[in-house]
Structure formats: C-alpha cells, structure tokens
C-alpha cells in the first residue's frame, strides 16, 4: 500500500514536471536534464526494508566533508575531467546523513570513542574505546572492569554472523580496535602499565576474540604488537611485547592462517574455514602512493579478499573496513598522500558494492572526524586541487590561466590547512616565531612531498569537530538521513541486521 | 642576513665552496636515494663514496651538541594520535656532520651536503642503525 502511495506521488510530480519543462527557457540545458534525471531516480527508489543479512562499514579515517571534496576532485581530474563534476562511488549511494561526531567529553574527537560509538551505540570517553562513559576515565585502568560496553561484532556473532576487520593502520589501532577491544587508553597496543592486572592491551584482546570466534578475519599492520622484543619478522623489525608472547607461532599452530606480504597473502585460503590474520607491516601499513604492489597488498585488494573469505559463511557477515592513513596524512599537512589514500578508499567501497547485493547487505561508508582542511577560493573551474588557485575565467568552463594573488601579491594552493606542520609561521632562534608566504610554484606546490600552508603552527595538524557525511545503501539505509548523533550509526546496523 | 644564517653559512663553508648556492640544480630529494621497495635507487649506487647534495628536513635531534641528525623528506610530524611513541619513516637519511649540530626546526627546509656512504651502520654511541648516510656533512637553509 505504502508503495503504491509512493509510486502515484512520484508519476502525478513527474507529469508537473514534464509540463513545467517545456515552458522554460533553460529545459534545454544540460544542467536541467541532468537535474530532472536524478529528481527521477529520487522518486522511482524504494527503500530496501528486509532484514540485512551482511553489513559493511567502510570508515576512511579523518575524511571529513572538505577532505572528501579534495579527494573527489582529485580522483575527477585524474579521469581527466576537470574535477568537480566527479562522483565517488559511494556519493551516488541514495541516502546521506550528516554525522555529529564530538566525544562526551571533548568537542574534538578522537578516532578511539568515535569507532566506539559505531560500535556500541553510545559515545564515548576522548582516547577510550568501548568503556561505558558514565563511568570510564582515561588512562586509569581501574575504571575498565565495571564499564565494558558489548560490541556489534559480539552481538551478531552471536547470532552467527562471521565477522572480518581491514585497515591500512596497525590492526591494533583505534577505528579498527574498537570492533574487538574494550581500553581505558588507545595506546595500550602491545602492554598495559604495571598493576593492571585486570587489564589486556589490544593485541592481547584481537587474539582472545579470535580465539573465542568472535573475530573471523584481521588484515592491516602493526606486526610489532603481535610478536616478542627478541623475534625479527620477515621484514627485519623487532617485535615489541615485552610478556615474551608470540601470537603469530601461536596462532598459526593451533591452526590459523597467517599473512605478511603480498606472497602470504595471495596464498591464503580464503574458503572461511580457519581464522585468518595477516599483519602486513610492522606498523603502518604503506600510503598507497608509497607501496609497492609487490611489497603488500592495497586496501582494495584486502576488501576483496575479505568479502570472499566472509561470504562463505551461511548466517552473513559484520565487516568494518578502515582507510586509516587518510587521517595521517592529513596530520603530515600532506594534501597529496590524503588524496592518494582517499582514492584508494573509493577504489575498496567500489569493490564491496560490486562483490554484494544491494537487496541483502547494508553498505555505510562514513568518516570518524573532520580535519583543520580549508579550501581557498575564488579559484576557476578545474583548478588543480592539489595546486595554486587559478582565476575564473570569463564565460568559459575551464579557469583562466592567470593564478588569483593574495593581497601579499602571491599566489596560494586551494587546499590549505588551518593548523599544523606547515605553518607560515616558523619557530627563530629565539624561541619567537614569525615568516611570510613563500613565492609559490606550481611545480613545487604539487611536489608530492610538499606540505599546503597552514596558519597556526603545530607539530601535527589537529582532528576538527565539524560533522562528517554518512552514505549508505542497502537494508534500512533509509533510516540515514538528516543530522544524526554518531552512535545512532550501530543503531541502524543492529536494527538492520534483527529486522522481521 | 640574520644571525643564524651566518652561522650556518660559516659551517657550510668547506662544503659550499665547492658546490655553489643551497638550492642548487645538483641538489636531489630523498626520494631519488631509495626506491619504492627501499632498496637504493641507480643514481645512489653510482653516487656511493661520493658528495652529494640533498634536500629534506632536520628531525629533532636525539640529543644537544650532537654532530648527528636524521634528514627526513617530509617535516617529521609528531602526532600523538598516530603513535604512541616515536616513529622514524622508513626513508631516512643519516647525517653526520663536520661540526656541533645548530638546530633548525623541523618544518625549514634545508639542503645537506656530504660523502654518501650506503649500507648498514649502527653507529656505537647512540645504536642509532642506518643504511644510507651522509657522513662529513654541512647544511644549509634551502
């Protein structure tokens, strides 16, 4: 019945519309058609109201609206458009919501509560993971025992669902640990400080949840967690615990499977019978425009082999999938491996659309947080987005060739950062800071070591607490829309996946 | 010219009498040392042995009045919600210099001249391990 209602609206607003567009003047514009083509798609789309059998979350760490912006007109231009028509496959996703992403405690967020939020369902404590926050304190881990929350991955394990985590971050680092771990402090990766007795770091807890079935399958980096200070692995690294445990011996004889490189991994049998770990660096896995193919594999690559592995299990899956170095380079204030790494997250979301079925598995793909990222203006159409700002041209599509000065008479990069390493401002011997602007190339600004200008100097740019965009498909992605709290995120999923 | 820029010009001196201006056209980048599997690229093979010229930036160094320091090819960042600890990149330049080390922060980029020495070092004083390095070096702002 409800369709049927949907379905009359939809043809008598198309039949106004068709009316209304032969009349006007601009019925003939490209713009117009294209307008009245989406409007259509808007009105013919029914939103899928099954129960999910599957659902993916695809988390690209730090990619607020304004770095998702870059990283569109980045990917555009490389197609050879000029930019900033580009669609990113999960853009065309149908339905959006804006997430608010603060911590209970902090108007910035960090990557730790925020996963934790998508995770549990209720916000969290700055720098916690999956602690209750009425009661978790940071760094104390004597407010861990009262306070662990339940997470999506133990509930739908549950209910049989296989469940898989990919990040290009340590394994053990925040967005991908809060699908398994519970912590007072994100840092405890490999140890927890003495006295904790009660306590386990967060490698300790993904090889528990492993073993208790709960986990299925883990792929990113952070090798050094998993291994004792006195073992080298393949690539010459030491690992860091310091308790003598060797999780990788141990789980490969009690019969998992084990990857770190690209050989490894492209040998593992992916048929779901075993639990599969692959630690493909001893930290972070590579930028995408730092990795060679041969080396270990790209966050494409991993999604696939993930989706494969999950989609051998009867009852369905949970996957959290994390680009996590987008959020790392945007610290560096390194707008080109942001965008690189941005890229190869559209190229992982396009990959999970293509292996699933809309009518069976909810795709979310959304952000932790926002960066200090700007963009400047008035820059012409087709600028490139990680060069100087050219003027807008005179009744043309592409800019003009004359770059926009600023008031210092020089000219400026689109992106720019509001904080961090790539300050005009630069520390003096005497401790002062002061600099100008430097006379800009556009050779040396699209340099793909070069740092886009910021304002305050810091270290390491800083997280912004702006709202990150939410877009979805699939079953009950409809139940996206509009401003939402972060936790509401596991709602949907935990809706979405016991719905009759 | 400012107080510092002189100190740094007199330390280079040796080096830049020889090899002209900061930024000149000989100057490489990190990047032209390594490739992408970190193994050392042609041109730093037929360069061993060596004075070259390379551009990046002074990491802070592990200690004062060093005659030590890690050239990086971006600012080193230090991000507490990255690492927990401090994290050296994969491509990194060692630098051993002529005279005491004058800091210059790590977000000024600067050109180091100096004998490239390939192959791995621990160096006895700090167990800092290296596999490429300059050694005899001066630096300059870029």
Redesign the interface.
């Given at each position: 019945m409800q369709r049927m209602v949907l379905a009359t609206t939809a043809m008598a607003l198309t039949l106004a519309a068709a009316s209304a567009q032969d009349t006007l003047p601009q019925a003939g514009s490209q713009w117009y058609t294209d307008g009245e083509a989406t409007l259509a798609a808007m009105l013919s789309h029914q939103p899928i109201v099954g129960r999910a059998k599957n659902v993916i979350l695809f988390v690209a760490d730090g990619n607020g609206i304004a770095t998702n912006y870059a990283t569109r007109l980045y990917a555009g231009q490389l197609d050879g458009k000029l930019g900033e028509e580009h669609v990113l496959p999960y853009e065309a996703f149908p339905n959006l919501a804006l997430v608010k992403t603060y911590n209970v405690n902090a108007q910035t967020p960090?990557?730790a509560p925020t996963a934790g939020a998508m995770n549990t369902g209720v916000k969290q404590v700055f720098n916690t993971i999956n602690l209750a926050p009425e009661g978790a304190i940071h760094d104390d881990c004597a407010s861990e025992a009262a306070n662990r929350l339940k997470t999506f991955a133990e509930i739908v394990s549950e209910a049989g669902k296989a469940v898989g985590i990919v990040s290009t971050a340590r394994i053990t680092h925040?967005t991908p640990a809060a699908v398994y771990a519970k912590t007072a402090n994100r840092?405890w990766?490999g140890d927890v400080p003495e006295g904790c007795t009660d306590s386990k770091d967060i490698a300790t807890q993904l090889i528990d949840q492993m073993n208790a079935g709960v986990i299925d399958l883990a792929f990113g980096g952070g090798r050094r967690y998993f291994l004792p200070a006195d073992v080298t692995d393949g690539e010459g690294k030491k690992g860091r615990r310091k308790d003598g445990q060797n999780y990788v011996d141990a789980m490969t004889k009690a019969g998992g499977q084990y990857a770190w490189n690209t050989e490894t991994f492209k040998a593992l049998n992916l048929d779901g019978s075993t639990p599969v770990l692959g630690l493909f660096e001893d930290?972070?896995m590579k930028y995408e425009a730092?990795?060679?193919p041969?080396?270990e594999p790209s966050l494409e690559d991993m999604t696939r082999a993930a989706i494969s592995y999950l989609a051998n299990n009867e009852g369905g899956f949970y996957l959290e999938i994390e680009a996590g170095r987008v959020?790392?380079a945007n610290?560096?204030?390194?707008a080109y491996r942001t965008v690189t790494d941005g890229v190869e997250f559209a190229e992982a979301v396009a990959a999970g659309d293509e292996l699933t079925a809309d009518e069976d598995t909810l795709i979310i793909v959304t952000a932790d947080h926002e960066h200090a990222i700007a963009l400047n203006g008035y820059c012409g159409r087709g600028s490139p987005i990680l060069g100087l700002c050219y003027d807008v041209a005179k009744g043309q599509l592409k800019h003009s060739d004359e770059l926009v000065l600023a008031a210092d008479g020089k000219p400026y990069t689109v992106i720019g950062y509001l904080n961090?390493?790539?300050?005009v401002l630069?520390?003096?011997?005497d401790g002062t800071y002061s600099g100008e602007r430097a006379e800009l190339t556009q050779e040396e600004v699209t340099d793909?070591?070069y740092?886009q200008e910021a304002l305050i100097?810091m270290?390491?740019?800083s997280?912004s607490g702006e709202d990150v965009a939410l877009y979805a498909k699939g079953p009950m992605a409809h139940l996206f829309d509009g401003t939402v709290e972060q936790n509401y995120i596991f709602h949907v999923m935990n809706h979405a996946v016991s719905a009759d | 010219m400012d107080r510092r820029q002189f100190t740094f010009g007199a330390l280079a001196m040796p080096a830049l009498s020889l090899a002209g201006p900061a930024a000149a056209a000989d100057t490489v980048r990190m990047r032209d040392l390594y490739n992408k599997d970190l193994s050392f690229s042609d041109y730093a093979e037929a360069h061993a042995g060596e004075r070259i010229a390379v551009a990046g930036f002074m990491a802070p160094p592990l200690k004062a009045e060093a005659t030590f320091f890690v050239l990086t090819k971006r600012p080193l960042a230090v991000c507490p919600f990255c690492e927990s600890e401090a994290e050296w990149p994969d491509d990194i330049l060692a630098i051993y210099t002529k005279r005491a080390i004058v800091v210059v922060p790590f977000n000024v980029r600067i050109v180091t001249r100096g004998m490239l020495e390939l192959g791995t070092f621990r160096d006895p004083e700090t167990g800092f391990l290296s596999r490429v390095r300059l050694a005899d070096a001066s630096y300059d702002r870029a």
């Open positions: 960090d990557s925040a840092n990766e930290s972070h730092d990795r060679d041969a080396e959020d790392h610290h560096d204030g390194n961090g390493p790539g300050a630069k520390q003096q011997e793909p070591e740092l100097p270290s390491s740019e997280h | -």
